[in-house]
T-cell receptor, first 115, second 109 residues
């Protein structure tokens, strides 16, 4: 079956611009996660959705970052007033539910470059 | 979540078993051990997980010591396509995987 998909695969923008990154989870998965990975580091948690609501957004670095999942499926990560330090790989994952035994399946990521 | 310690890098000859260690000495009774890997420029790929017992699937085996303070991921016959960063994650909460820096495994011909 189809896995997690993310679009675009690459995004180049200029400092100060607004960007949106999209994630399509595996069909039927109620839990969705966003992570960010800087070069040479492991992925770091940003936000977790259970259904339509953000159950934990403690990993969002500041108020320029925002994510939505209005219908409990597709999610969009939004970054306002981008900075060069936002350049990273943004990864989305989904799981059937949000429990400890639920395996998270990752998408291919969106590589964001802020010039 | 408990902290994990992994060697930064390892080499393995193609066709041989790759044994990747992970220390998690502060693990508690209800924490699972998960392994993911990340091939260059791709998203992390789930490999295997376990709580107390050893586990095996089509990709790998996971050996957890009786005191649960360490574990070993075994790739029985490594191929060049197994070259990747391998992450050992101890998980207690329902989300927020803590990846750390992992072990960079290089499989050589």
């Amino acid at each position: 079956g189809a896995g997690v998909s993310q679009t675009p695969s690459n995004k180049v923008t200029e400092k100060g611009k607004y960007v949106e990154l999209r994630c399509d989870p595996i069909s039927g998965h109620t839990a969705l996660y966003w992570y960010r990975q800087s070069l040479g580091q492991g992925p770091e948690f940003l936000i977790y959705f259970q259904g339509t609501g953000a159950a934990d957004d403690s990993g969002l670095p500041n108020d320029r970052f925002f994510a939505v999942r209005p219908e409990g499926s597709v999610s969009t990560l939004k970054i306002q007033r981008t900075e060069r330090g936002d350049s990273a790989m943004y990864l989305c994952a989904s799981s059937l539910a949000g429990g400890i035994q639920e395996t998270q399946y990752f998408g291919p990521g969106t590589r964001l470059l802020v010039l | 979540d408990a902290k994990t310690t992994q060697p930064p890098s390892m080499d393995c000859a193609e066709g041989r078993a790759a044994n990747l260690p992970c220390n998690h000495s502060t693990i508690s009774g209800n924490e699972y051990v998960y392994w993911y890997r990340q091939i260059h420029s791709q998203g992390p790929q789930y490999i295997i997980h376990g709580l107390k017992n050893n586990e095996t699937n089509e990709m790998a085996s996971l050996i957890i010591t009786e005191d649960r303070k360490s574990s070993t991921l075994i790739l029985p016959h490594a191929t060049l396509r197994d070259t990747a960063v391998y992450y050992c994650i101890v998980r207690v909460s329902g989300y927020a995987l803590n990846f750390g820096k992992g072990t960079s495994l290089l499989v050589t011909p």
